[in-house]
């Protein structure tokens, strides 16, 4: 089991504003420098209109069961507004695919966060984004993954046991033992070069 501190950052100003990306460290307040730094990179590459922000303090989490069992609390933080000029694509924008060497439960762990709504200026003529804006966003999140290291954390939830069950066509799903979850620090990132489209904000 490892406790989990949870940090929620707040998108805002957009249509369909709020949204809110959640990550998780062993030390939210150990990694504030390393996370501001990495939004203030990314607000260079999101909307004018558009504000980050991280909260300065929000729940502990087991791991394990996902029972919250505390909370943590740090300095004010300071709200990031973009700088990206253009047109843009509200539900719009990239991703950081985040790696651990972590495999539980028979798969390797890895997580997402949504870049969304990013600025047009990273986008080629085909539809996706240039091989220079790719490299210098993944370079990005390495430094921030370097910096936190040990720190920056991909939660893998618990699930639930659950009953052998027959849907109303007739065929029976087998039953479910329950998994823990756990905690699983990043090593790497990638950003692939595609864009992504949210439907809901919260990530």
Known sequence: MTTLQRRR????????????????FTDAAGAS????????????NVPLDVTIQAEAAGDEVDSATGVITGTWVDAPTTPHVG??????????????QWLTPTIHNGRHVRGKTYIVPAGRGGLDT???????????????GATFVAAATGNFQIWSR????TP???DVHGKIHPAK???????????????????????????
């Not at 950052?9 to 998780?24: K, M, R």
């Not at 420098?33 to 260079?44: E, M, N, P, R």
């Not at 618990?158 to 046991?161: E, G």
């Open 177 to 203: 033992s329950a998994v823990p979850g756990a905690a699983a620090p990043v090593g790497g990132v990638r950003v692939p070069d595609k864009v992504v489209v949210l439907r809901s904000r919260r990530d």
């Open 164 to 166: 052998s069950w027959t």
């Open 9 to 24: 950052i707040t998108w805002s100003g957009f249509p369909g504003a709020p949204g809110v990306t959640t990550l998780y």
């Open 158 to 161: 618990p699930r639930l046991a």
């Open 83 to 96: 700088a990206d000029t253009f047109p843009y694509s509200g539900p719009a924008g990239f991703e950081f």
């Open 33 to 44: 420098a390393a996370l501001d730094t990495f939004l203030i990179a990314i607000a260079a």
């Open 126 to 140: 085909d539809g996706t984004y240039t091989s220079v804006f790719t490299a210098a966003i993944a370079a990005v």
